[in-house]
């Protein structure tokens, strides 16, 4: 029997994705931290319905919570066994890393935007959060010409190699 490849889409399976979070924000750091679920709502992230598009972190009691993020509830739930969508979840983070965040949101005017919402191998659910600084409308316009020049560089690249 061989070895699992490390990134094997089937150990780590994405749940939902915030793909228009890089685009609204600069992500300057990545962390990966744990999320406070019920049973109901894992076996819905694993039919893979739940959105962070509107999500956000912030600090609470102490603590990291993801608001407005919505799980919806699992269809198969027993009557009265199922959760709230748009509940408030506990993060868990490491006491130096949560100080760290916390930190970064009260004094650099940082924000933790969810990135993704996967199951690393051991079956865990993990949120991808990114410390991030809002974009202005200008620099949100420089990225798509940065990216739409790559392509047409790509393309004309590609077209001269064939003559």
């Known amino acids: 029997m061989t070895a699992p490849k490390e990134h094997d889409p089937e150990r ?7 793909r228009k979070a890089r685009h609204d ?28 598009t509107e999500s956000y972190a912030t600090e609470r009691e102490r603590d990291l919570y993801l608001y ?18 748009r509940r408030p979840r506990r993060l868990l983070l490491h006491r130096h890393e949560l100080n ?15 990135l993704d919402i996967h199951f690393n191998p051991r079956g865990r659910a993990k949120l991808t959060l990114g410390l991030a600084k809002g974009k202005k409308k200008a620099d949100k316009r420089e990225a798509i010409k940065a990216r739409e020049w790559d392509r047409e560089k790509a393309r004309f690249m590609k077209n001269k190699g064939r003559e």
């Open 100 to 114: 760290k965040l916390i930190g970064a949101i009260r004094k650099d005017g940082m924000t933790l935007v969810p």
């Open 25 to 52: 924000y600069a992500i300057e750091q990545t962390i990966e931290a744990g999320i406070e679920l019920k049973g109901t709502e894992v076996k819905a992230l694993r039919a893979g319905k739940a959105q962070i």
């Open 68 to 85: 407005n993020a919505h799980i919806p509830e699992y269809g198969l739930a027993a009557k009265g066994q199922s959760h709230e969508p």
């Open 12 to 18: 780590y399976k994405m749940a939902a994705q915030n």
